[in-house]
Each structure stands twice: as C-alpha cells, then as structure tokens.
C-alpha cells in the first residue's frame, strides 16, 4: 500500500468509527470497536515503517501502539 493510501484508509477508518461508535447499542462494546479500528491502523502503517524515511508514519504507529497497549490493559 502506498503512502497516501495509508492515509486514506486512516481517514476512511477515523469515520467508520465515529459511525460506529454513534450506531452502538447496549451491547455495544466501544473499547473493542476502537481497538478493531488500531488494529487495521497497525496493519497499514507496519512494524517495517523507519522513522528516518517516514516519520509521520513511525509516530502514528507508535501512538496507535500505546493506545491500544493502554486500550487492552483494561
């Protein structure tokens, strides 16, 4: 996938999620629906990113990390 696809599918992915997370029920689990929505972040911006060739790319991965570390510590 291509750099700007990767952004793309972030911004396709950010408003999946608001969508979702605006549909939600009482079964709904939003931590589990945020944490789906890292995953496939973390799937697109991969382990193989380098920071010296990309580092917006690096520190989006890096957040998404810590966020669904803090996410699934819960």
């Known amino acids: ?3 700007d696809d990767r952004w793309q599918h972030l911004v396709h992915l950010a408003f999946r999620l608001s969508e979702r997370l605006s549909e939600g029920g009482e079964a709904f ?3 589990e629906e945020v944490v789906r929505a890292l ?4 799937e ?3 382990p193989e990113i380098d920071p010296v060739d990309d580092f ?3 520190a989006l991965r890096r957040f998404a990390l810590a966020l669904r570390q803090s996410l699934r510590r819960k």
């Open 44 to 46: 697109v911006f991969g």
């Open 29 to 31: 689990d939003a931590g």
């Open 39 to 42: 995953d496939s972040a973390l």
């Open 56 to 58: 917006e790319g690096y």
């Open 1 to 3: 996938m291509g750099r």
